[in-house]
Nanobody, 124 residues
Framework: QVQLVDTGGGLVQAGGSLRLSCAAS????????MAWFRQAPGKEREFVVA????????SYADSVKGRFTISRDNAKNTVYLQMNSLKPEDTAVYYC?????????????????WGQGTQVTVSS
């Protein structure tokens, strides 16, 4: 089992940047496919991006392609989400997730462990 702690959220103006971190403990991060999801008020939790165990493959939601970058440092047991050119519609609670599937899932049900979430607010 792995425990995940999401940090790095905050308030930023449109066009700005933030970097989220997800620190894992309890089991080595390299065992898991890692992802970020987000949930805006009144909306379903949606897939943002995922990365394979080695970091060699990624999958992005169309809404964030070219603006967000996921990376992982297995030696530090940490996953990162660099968010650039932020828009007000990116405002949400962001959650990291860890999954044991053999492929990269984009559905919420494909992940087994979740962080507590970190709030990102983008002002216009």
């Amino acid at each position: 089992q792995v425990q995940l702690v999401d940090t790095g959220g905050g308030l930023v103006q449109a066009g700005g940047s933030l970097r989220l971190s997800c620190a894992a403990s309890g089991r080595t991060l390299s065992s898991y496919i890692m992802a970020w999801f987000r949930q805006a008020p009144g909306k379903e939790r949606e897939f943002v991006v995922a990365i394979s165990r080695s970091g060699g493959s990624t999958s992005y939601a169309d809404s964030v392609k070219g603006r967000f970058t996921i990376s992982r440092d297995n030696a530090k047991n940490t996953v990162y989400l660099q968010m650039n050119s932020l828009k007000p519609e990116d405002t949400a609670v962001y959650y990291c997730a860890a999954g044991l599937r053999l492929y990269i899932p984009i559905q919420r049900a494909g992940y087994d462990y979740w962080g507590q979430g970190t709030q990102v607010t983008v002002s216009s």
